[in-house]
């Protein structure tokens, strides 16, 4: 079955700790998203990426780092600059990477800093 | 950047009632897109439209260009949809989220 993966489900770091989230994709998608979710609040692009090898800042890209090596993959690294890291994370993709084509969401990564 | 703007904010309806969720977005866009997210945080997309109005079962989603306005409804209402609704407005590259609506459908 094609759809997008994320790992892990749930994940928990010492604050000051960098750490990265994973996102796979089989759908032969060009365009990746990163979102970032908090109560009350929208969804938020923190990255995203049209094409291998590029990749744009969104919204709250500070303190947030990606790479995009392979098509199918597009990690997400929340390092010890991002001051409010906790939040769940949601990692997307679409055919092309504009706003005509539908979006495809992983189940989503729940990070916890303490 | 598009503000996106949901009403209402929260929904509680009897089973079987018709629900309607109200959606309005600030600039022009290139589409509209409706998501339905469960508890456990999963997204999937029900809708994407740029002009008039779509229909999936139960679910119907109507825009308006020239008022920047989409309703999405829900027909016959059942407890299993209850979930957040979260319309987007796509512009060029980019998606503009609003902040969703509760729905609970009580048996």
């Known amino acids: 079955d094609g759809g997008i993966t994320q790992s892990p489900k749930y994940l928990f770091r010492k604050e000051g700790q960098n750490v990265t989230l994973s996102c796979e994709q089989n759908l032969n998608h060009d365009a990746m998203y990163w979102y970032r979710q908090d109560p009350g609040q929208g969804l938020r692009l923190i990255y995203y990426?049209?094409?291998?090898?590029?990749?744009q800042k969104g919204d709250i890209a500070e303190g947030y780092s990606v790479s995009r090596e392979k098509k199918e993959s597009f990690p997400l690294t929340v390092t010890s600059a991002q001051k409010n890291p906790t939040a769940f994370y949601l990692c997307?993709?679409?055919?092309?990477?504009?706003?005509?084509?539908?979006?495809?969401f992983g189940p989503g990564t729940r990070l916890t800093v303490t | 950047k598009n503000e996106v703007e949901q009403s209402p904010q929260n929904l509680t309806a009897q089973e079987g009632e018709f629900i309607t969720i109200n959606c309005s977005y600030s600039?022009?866009?290139?589409?509209l897109h409706w998501l339905q997210q469960h508890p456990g945080g999963g997204i999937v997309s029900l809708f994407m439209l740029s002009s008039g109005k779509k229909k999936h079962g139960r679910l119907i989603a109507t825009i308006n260009i020239q008022e920047k306005h989409s309703s999405l409804h829900i027909t016959a209402s059942h407890p299993r949809d209850s979930a957040v609704y979260i319309c987007?407005?796509?512009?060029?590259?980019?998606?503009?989220f609003g902040t969703g609506t509760s729905l609970t459908v009580i048996p």
């Open positions: 990426s049209q094409i291998v090898n590029d990749f």
């Open positions: 997307a993709s679409s055919k092309r990477g504009q706003g005509a084509y539908e979006q495809y």
């Open positions: 600039v022009g866009i290139s589409a």
């Open positions: 987007a407005s796509a512009t060029g590259n980019q998606f503009y």
